[in-house]
């Protein structure tokens, strides 16, 4: 199951536990509230698959190696009273994924690394099939 398939099962999960509390709930098939309710309710289902998938996850992590292509610092937007700084790197292309993508990684990370420098992803299938990654670290002798 991808992500389009978790979006549809959103939509309709959504939508029946809307139909659900709209029929237990009277005062609710009478108000202005049933659209916003509809919206709630697929995003909370949403949330839940998301959840679900990490959460319920049983299957053995795959580790993989790729390289630092480039690093990159923004200190935010200058909008916000605070600007939040932002660490990437960019990746080469690693076990599924098939091209180069930036990510954005904690400031200790962004510091320990440098371009050419190897890292180890943990990826997990995810108990629908997502699949998500839970660490990026740098490469030590026992990981190579």
């Known amino acids: 199951m991808g992500w389009r398939e978790v979006l549809f099962l959103a939509l309709i999960g959504g939508i029946l536990l809307g139909l659900v509390i709209a029929w237990a709930d009277v005062q609710s098939r009478k108000s202005s509230a049933l659209l916003p309710m509809f919206v709630v309710t697929c995003l909370y289902v949403y949330g839940t698959s998301v959840q679900l998938n990490v959460?319920?996850?049983?299957?053995?992590?795959?580790?993989?190696?790729?390289?630092v292509l480039e690093k990159r610092y923004t200190r935010g937007s200058e909008v916000r009273r605070r600007p939040r700084p932002t660490w990437k790197l960019k990746l080469a292309?690693?076990?599924p994924i098939a091209e180069a993508r930036d990510v954005s990684v904690r400031s200790d990370l962004y510091e320990q690394v440098n371009v050419g420098d190897r890292v180890?992803?943990?990826l997990h299938k995810g108990l629908l099939g997502l699949d998500w990654w839970a660490g990026l670290n740098r490469c030590t002798?026992?990981?190579k």
């Open 55 to 67: 959460l319920l996850d049983r299957a053995p992590p795959e580790s993989f190696q790729t390289t």
């Open 93 to 95: 292309a690693w076990g």
């Open 120 to 122: 180890c992803i943990i």
């Open 141 to 143: 002798e026992t990981t």
